[in-house]
């Protein structure tokens, strides 16, 4: 068993940065992929980002390429999603996501294959 827990999120003006982070605790953290996703009223959960667990492998929705960048330090269990430029259509629940791998380089970009899921933080960005 996995225990996600997310922080940072908050308002922002558009063009402004934040910061998420991803707590885990449980079982070994670096057994785990990790992503981020995110839900926005009325919509479904989409892809963000998603990071192996060696970290060598990274993969980002077209809509947020050049602007976050997903990283993880496995010595304090946590992965991050630095968000910089952004838009009003970034307001959404951003929600981490683990999933059990023992490919050190392995990424999903799809809900399926994630395990553990956080409660979600949310962000809201103002025009």
């Known amino acids: 068993q996995v225990q996600l827990v997310e922080s940072g999120g908050g308002l922002v003006r558009a063009g402004g940065s934040l910061r998420l982070s991803c707590a885990a605790s449980?079982?070994?953290?670096?057994?785990?992929?990790m992503g981020w996703f995110r839900q926005a009223p009325g919509l479904e959960r989409e892809f963000v980002a998603a990071i192996s667990w060696s970290g060598g492998s990274t993969n980002y929705a077209y809509s947020v390429k050049g602007r976050f960048t997903i990283s993880r330090d496995n010595d304090k269990n946590t992965v991050y999603l630095q968000m910089n430029s952004l838009k009003p259509e970034d307001t959404a629940v951003y929600y981490c996501?683990?999933?059990?791998?023992?490919?050190?380089?392995?990424?999903?970009?799809?809900?399926?294959?994630?395990?553990?899921w956080g409660q979600g933080t949310q962000v809201t960005v103002s025009s």
């Open positions: 996501a683990a999933a059990l791998t023992y490919h050190s380089d392995y990424v999903a970009m799809s809900p399926g294959p994630y395990d553990y």
């Open positions: 449980g079982r070994t953290f670096r057994v785990y992929a």
